[in-house]
């Protein structure tokens, strides 16, 4: 129900935007986020966006002023453009949907209810 894709390979500070489609009739989130994950490492918060009244959206401190989490209501897809990249943000990137609302800040992989497949993304310096 969510198709990850945009992930390449690319030089360092480049761009690249990572797409999140959602699909199914029925399907509801409250807050899709970006994860990554990068060989021998834990899966990584990078970003989250809630569709509450207000709208939210925040990025881990390592790629502020170069990460934007964003959303298309009307394609129900969530987008990470990704500018300057680093060698260091090479990892699979994974989108998540979470469907409720909880009180939480959605940065931990187990507040997500449905995961995409991965796309890898691959900085070269």
């Known amino acids: 129900q969510l198709q990850a894709c945009g992930g390449g390979l690319v030089q360092a500070g480049g761009s690249l935007r990572l797409s999140c489609a959602a699909s199914?009739?029925?399907?509801?989130?409250?807050?899709t986020g970006w994860f990554r994950q990068a060989p021998g490492k834990e899966r990584e918060f990078v970003a989250t966006?809630?569709?509450?009244?207000?709208?939210?959206?925040y990025v881990v401190d390592s790629v502020k002023g170069r990460f934007t989490i964003s959303r298309d209501n009307a394609q129900k897809t969530v987008y990470l453009q990704m500018n300057n990249l680093r060698p260091e943000d090479t990892a699979v990137y994974y989108c998540a949907a979470a469907r409720d609302y909880s009180p939480t800040d959605y940065t931990r992989p187990n507040e997500y209810d449905y995961w995409g497949q991965g796309t890898q993304v691959t900085v070269s310096s």
């Open positions: 966006i809630m569709w509450g009244v207000i709208i939210t959206a």
């Open positions: 199914g009739r029925t399907f509801r989130s409250y807050a």
